[in-house]
C-alpha cells in the first residue's frame, strides 16, 4: 500500500485480517488516501487508541507512512494483551499505559509511556525478537520508525515457528 503511494490511516486489530495461509490483510480502506509530494495525506481520522502520537488528539494530524507504522504497532500489541495471564507483569504494564500518549501544551508528542515500556527492554521476553520490533514501530518521533520495509526483515518476521 505505502509503495502505491496511499495510507491506510486506521489501522487496528478490526482492520487486521490472517488469511488461512498466514498472510496477513488489511480492510476498510474508507480513510486511506493518497500520499502527496510532502509524504503525507489528508487526515479523514483514526481510531484514538491506535493513533499515533504525531496525530493526537487527531484533529490536526496528517495521515503517513510513519503514523501507519505507529497505529500496526500499537495493534500488534493491543493484539497479544489477551495471551498474557492477567496477573503477569506484562499485563499490569501494558493495561495500565496502552494507550498513553502525552503532549506538550502546543499538541506536539512529548512523551508516550508505551513506548518507554516497549523500549524497556524487559518486555515479552518470551516471545522472541518481538519487543524490539514493536519497538522499532513504536518510536514517539516519526522519523525514528522504521519503514514497512525494514519491518518486514526484521528477525520477528523472519523467524519459523
Do not use: C
Amino acid at each position: 500500500m505505502h509503495e502505491m503511494g496511499f495510507v491506510h490511516s486506521d489501522i487496528k486489530p478490526e482492520n487486521i485480517v490472517r488469511m488461512e495461509d498466514g498472510t496477513i490483510k488489511l480492510i476498510d480502506f474508507g480513510t486511506a488516501a493518497k500520499i502527496d509530494n510532502t509524504g503525507t495525506a489528508p487526515f479523514l481520522g483514526e481510531t484514538p487508541e491506535y493513533m499515533a502520537p504525531e496525530n493526537f488528539p487527531g484533529d490536526h494530524g496528517k495521515g503517513s507512512k510513519a503514523a501507519d507504522i505507529w497505529s500496526y504497532g500499537a495493534s500488534s500489541l493491543m493484539s497479544i494483551m489477551p495471551t498474557l495471564l492477567p496477573d503477569s507483569p506484562d499485563y499490569k504494564r501494558l493495561k495500565d499505559h496502552f494507550p498513553s500518549v502525552h503532549t506538550t501544551d502546543n499538541g506536539k508528542p512529548m512523551k508516550s509511556e508505551l513506548a518507554d515500556i516497549v523500549s524497556s527492554g524487559d518486555l515479552l521476553q518470551h516471545i522472541p525478537h518481538y519487543a524490539d520490533f514493536l519497538s522499532k514501530m513504536l518510536q514517539v518521533e516519526p522519523e525514528k520508525r522504521s519503514s514497512a520495509d525494514e519491518l518486514l526483515q526484521h528477525p520477528f518476521l523472519q523467524t519459523k515457528g
